[in-house]
C-alpha cells in the first residue's frame, strides 16, 4: 500500500460524473499564460452567463448559491480547503490575476498597478506595484509584509506549516519591499515560469505569519477581507454562509447586498430553485432537461393562448418525456446556462502493480476504448460538442492547446488484441483464480452488470462500441451485434481488473459509462470486475490509496500548467520508510523524461517554448497510457432568470461585485 499522498489545494482530484458536477476552483500554481494577443482559437464552447451592464443591475438584494458543503477550512492552502473555500476566498480576498473567457490570466487593477518580469538574468525579479487604495478590512493596507508572510509560509521549509503544496513559492529566493511600500519585489532562486499564479489568494499576514494561525485559527476564523465581499455569519445547521459587502472595498460596490452560499444536495437542487430557496446552482442534466423541457411547453403553450393541463406533480412519472404540467408553472422563472469547464474526466490505470504494470497491457485498454462514442454518451445530449479531450494539461480553447494524443495511437481493437498477445496475455482456457473480495467491498460479477435507470443504453438508437447483446460472460443473445473476445490467460491466471466506481445516486450516469468501457474491454478479451464503493470513501480509501485497478474520476486543468499539472504526472520516488511518495499521480506511472520536460516548461519564461515543451511532456503521458481522458466536464446552471453577470462561467473567473439582480 503506497503512502497517502499530500493534495495540493489548486488542483485536486474530483469525482466528474455526468449527473454530479462538483464545483471546481479557480486553478493556479507557479508560463504566465499568455496575453490579450494571442491568436488561439477561441473556446470550443463560450461562456453562458446573464450578462448585464452594472447600470442594469440593482444595488440591493441576497443571492442565494448553492453549493455541495459549507467551506471545511477558509485557507485554500491546506489539504482539505474544498470549492466552497474557493469561492469564499475569490469574493473575500485578493486575486492578482483573474482568469478571462479564453481563461487567460489578466492583471486585476483593483490589487495591481503593474506586475512584471524586472530581470531574467542572472536571477528572475518580478516586481509588484500595489493598488494604494488596496486595504484589508481592518483598515491596515496591503504590503511587501503579507506576501513575505505567505512565501515563507508556504515554501516548504517550515514543517510547522501544514501546507498543502510548495509549487512556485520553493523556487523564491527572497520577497522584500520595494522602492515604497507599496512595491513588492521577489527574486528567484530557480526560474518559475507560472509567477502570476503565486500570492492567489492573498492572505493577510495575520494568517500566514504564524503557524498556529495558518493550521489551526484559518480553518474556522475567517480572515480579513480585500475583495468586495466579506463573511459575514454562518449557521452550519441550516447549511448557509453569508457574504456581506465589505464597507472598506475601493472598488466598484458590490450590487448585492448579500450572497449566500447554501448547502443543498443536488438532487434537491431543482425544487429549491423552483421554490426561491436558491437562485443559482449547478445542476444534474435531469434536472436542466425538466427546466428545458418547461420552458419550451410554456412558451408553446402561451403561443396557443390557453394553459397547460392539470396532470402529475413534479415528483411524479413523466410519461410520454413530457414536460409536466407542475414543472410547467413550478420552473417558469428559471433558465438553464450551459458550457464546458476547464476539466475532464478520464480513465485513470494503476500501473503499480499487476497487468496493468505493464505499458503494453496499458495501451492495449487506451486503444480499445471509443472515447469519442463515449463523449457523444455524455454530451451530445446536452447539446455540447463531443470531441474527446485531445491534451491531458489543457482544454481547447486554453492557450497552448495542443492535441497530442496521435502519441498514443486512434481506436483499434485489433491493434490492442495484439499488444495483449505480446505481453503474453493469450486468447483460450486456463486456471482463473478464485474471485478474492477486497475488505468489505461488494464485487459485481460480469453477469450482472446493468445500465443505470434513466439512461439509455444506446445514444441516438446506436450502438457505438459494437457490444449490443453481449452479456457479461461473453454470450450472444439472439438479437446480438457482436461476441465479446474470448477471455485472455497468462500463466494460468485470466486477466480480469477491479473497476472502482461510486454507488451513490449521483454517481449513476458514471457507472452507466464504467459499464460502456467494461463492454468494450469485453471484445478484446479483459474482464472486469465492477466494485461499487461508497461516495465519501472513493477517493480517500480507494484512488488515493491506489486499491484500483481502473477507475474514473476528473481533473481540472488550468491557466499555469507547467506547475499545476506537475504533481499529477509526476514519477512516483521511493520514502525512506519504503512506502511510495506519489504526489497526485494516483496512477502511479511517470517517466524521467516527463519529469524533465516539465521542469524545463516550469523554467522556461518564454511563453512560446513553456508551451511547446508542456505539449511533447504531454504526448510522453499519452505514450504511457495510465491516463485516459474521456470528455471535457460539462457545466450545467439552473438560474433565475432575474440573476445578471451569472450562470456557466466556462474558463473564466467571476467577477463577484457584478453578480445581482436585473432593475
Known amino acids: 500500500m503506497s503512502s497517502m499522498p499530500t493534495r495540493r489545494t ?68 491546506q489539504a482539505d480547503a474544498d470549492a466552497a473555500a474557493h469561492r469564499v476566498a475569490g469574493a473575500v480576498l485578493p486575486t492578482l490575476f483573474t482568469l478571462d473567457r479564453r481563461g487567460r490570466p489578466q492583471r ?36 511587501a509584509a503579507d506576501f513575505e508572510a505567505q512565501w ?18 520553493d523556487r523564491i529566493d527572497r520577497v522584500e519591499r520595494g522602492a515604497t511600500e507599496r512595491e513588492v519585489k521577489v527574486t528567484f532562486a530557480k526560474n518559475c515560469a507560472d509567477w502570476a499564479a503565486l500570492f492567489t489568494p492573498l492572505y493577510p499576514k495575520a494568517v500566514m505569519g504564524t503557524a498556529g494561525a495558518f493550521n489551526d485559527a484559518s480553518r474556522k476564523q475567517p480572515p480579513l ?22 464597507p472598506r472595498w475601493w472598488g466598484e460596490r458590490a450590487k448585492l447586498d448579500r450572497l449566500v452560499l447554501r448547502a443543498v444536495p443536488r438532487e434537491k437542487r431543482v425544487e429549491a430553485l423552483a421554490s426561491g430557496g436558491l437562485d443559482l446552482a449547478e445542476i444534474t442534466p435531469g434536472a436542466a432537461e425538466r427546466i428545458t423541457k418547461a420552458n419550451a411547453a ?25 414536460p409536466l404540467a407542475a414543472d410547467v408553472t413550478a420552473l417558469r422563472g428559471l433558465v438553464v446556462r450551459r458550457s464546458l469547464e476547464p476539466a475532464y474526466t478520464q480513465l485513470a490505470l494503476n500501473g503499480a502493480s499487476g497487468p496493468l504494470a505493464d505499458e503494453r497491457v496499458r495501451r492495449a485498454i487506451a486503444r480499445a476504448v471509443d472515447r469519442k462514442a463515449i463523449a457523444e454518451y455524455v454530451l451530445k445530449p446536452l447539446g455540447l460538442p463531443v470531441a474527446p479531450p485531445g491534451s491531458h494539461v489543457l482544454v481547447a480553447g486554453q492557450p497552448g492547446y495542443a492535441d497530442t494524443s496521435s502519441a498514443l495511437g486512434s481506436l483499434d481493437p485489433k491493434a490492442a488484441q495484439a499488444l495483449l498477445a505480446d505481453a503474453g496475455w493469450k486468447e ?78 449521483g454517481g449513476e450516469p458514471l457507472r452507466a459509462v464504467g459499464e460502456r468501457i467494461a463492454r468494450q474491454l469485453d471484445a478484446i478479451g479483459i474482464r472486469t470486475e465492477i466494485v461499487k464503493v461508497d461516495d465519501t470513501s472513493f477517493f480517500k480509501d480507494h484512488i488515493a490509496s491506489g486499491d484500483f485497478d481502473l477507475a474514473l474520476y476528473g481533473w481540472p486543468t488550468g491557466a499555469y500548467p507547467a506547475t499545476d499539472a506537475r504533481p499529477i504526472f509526476a514519477k512516483p520516488q521511493p520514502a525512506a520508510d519504503g512506502s511510495l511518495i506519489v504526489e497526485q499521480n494516483y496512477t ?34 499519452w505514450a504511457v497510457a495510465a491516463a485516459i481522458p474521456l470528455y471535457q466536464r460539462p457545466e450545467l446552471v439552473g438560474i433565475r432568470k432575474t440573476v445578471a453577470n451569472a450562470g456557466a462561467f466556462g474558463l ?12
Open 225 to 246: 477581507a480585500a475583495g468586495p465581499f466579506k463573511v459575514g455569519s454562518r449557521d452550519d445547521k441550516q447549511g448557509t454562509l453569508t457574504l456581506v459587502r465589505n
Open 652 to 663: 473564466a473567473t467571476p467577477r463577484y461585485q457584478d453578480l445581482g439582480f436585473l432593475r
Open 152 to 169: 515563507k509560509a508556504l515554501r516548504g521549509k517550515d514543517s510547522a506549516f501544514w501546507a498543502a503544496h510548495h509549487a512556485g513559492y
Open 298 to 322: 410554456r412558451k408553446k403553450e402561451s403561443g396557443k393562448g390557453r394553459q397547460p393541463s392539470p396532470g402529475a406533480t413534479a415528483e411524479g412519472g413523466n410519461k410520454g418525456n413530457k
Open 428 to 505: 483460450g482456457h486456463g486456471t482463473a483464480p478464485q474471485k478474492k473480495a477486497v475488505g468489505s467491498l461488494p464485487a459485481v460479477p460480469l453477469a450482472d452488470r446493468t445500465t443505470p435507470a434513466g439512461h439509455s443504453p444506446e445514444p441516438d438508437d446506436e450502438d457505438p462500441d459494437g457490444l449490443d447483446g453481449v452479456d457479461g460472460k461473453g454470450a450472444r443473445d439472439t438479437g446480438g451485434k457482436a461476441v465479446a473476445a474470448p477471455a485472455r490467460y497468462k500463466d494460468g491466471k485470466k486477466l480480469v481488473l477491479r473497476f472502482v466506481l461510486p454507488k451513490g445516486a
Open 588 to 621: 502511479r506511472v511517470g517517466t524521467d523524461q516527463i519529469d524533465r520536460l516539465f521542469d524545463q516548461a516550469s523554467s522556461e519564461l518564454d511563453p512560446e517554448v513553456s508551451r511547446d515543451l508542456m505539449a511533447r511532456a504531454d504526448a510522453r503521458i
Open 10 to 77: 489548486r488542483r485536486f482530484a474530483v469525482l466528474v460524473t455526468a449527473a454530479s458536477l462538483l464545483p471546481l476552483p479557480v486553478l493556479a500554481g507557479c508560463s504566465s499564460g499568455g496575453g490579450a494577443g494571442d491568436d488561439d482559437d477561441a473556446p470550443s464552447v463560450a461562456q453562458d452567463i446573464a450578462v448585464a451592464p452594472r447600470a442594469k443591475v440593482a444595488d440591493r438584494g441576497t443571492l442565494n448559491w448553492g453549493v455541495d458543503a459549507l467551506p471545511a477550512t477558509y485557507n485554500t492552502f
Open 108 to 143: 486585476d487593477p483593483d490589487y495591481l498597478a503593474s506586475a512584471e518580469v524586472k530581470q531574467r538574468e542572472p536571477r528572475q525579479v518580478v516586481v509588484y506595484k500595489l493598488n494604494p487604495k488596496a486595504v484589508w478590512s481592518d483598515g491596515t493596507a496591503l504590503t
